[in-house]
């Protein structure tokens, strides 16, 4: 009779281990399908990312054109009158530059 209750023990404790194990497998396949989704996440980021900073490199040089373009554009469109009276502004502004740094 002895020899059945160390039988029962060990059936029990093979039992409860073998029930750890499931459980440990089990959190493991949720663990690696969760990972193996934010990798995939992760990779879509990443594609994403990259077509945003081609966007912004295509706009940035998109807006320097502009930049080069209106302000070619604008001094061209200055009557001669109006050409002048900026230039003695200019003048005006460099002379003031001019004494401030030399004080």
């Avoid at 039988?7 to 396949?29: A, G, P, T, W």
């Avoid at 980021?45 to 940035?60: D, F, G, H, S, Y």
């Amino acid at each position: 009779m002895a020899e059945n209750t160390k039988y029962d023990i060990l059936i029990n404790e093979l039992s409860s281990i073998e029930s750890m194990v499931s459980i440990l497998i089990h959190k493991y396949k949720d663990t690696y399908d969760r990972n193996t989704e934010l990798e995939n996440k992760l990779a879509e980021a990443n594609r994403e990312n990259e077509v945003l900073l081609q966007q912004i490199a295509r706009m940035e040089e998109g807006i320097q054109n502009n930049k080069e373009t209106n302000t070619a554009d604008l001094f061209n469109s200055l009557t001669s009158k109006e050409r002048d009276s900026l230039k003695i502004k200019l003048q005006s502004l460099i002379s003031k530059i001019d004494y401030h740094i030399s004080s």
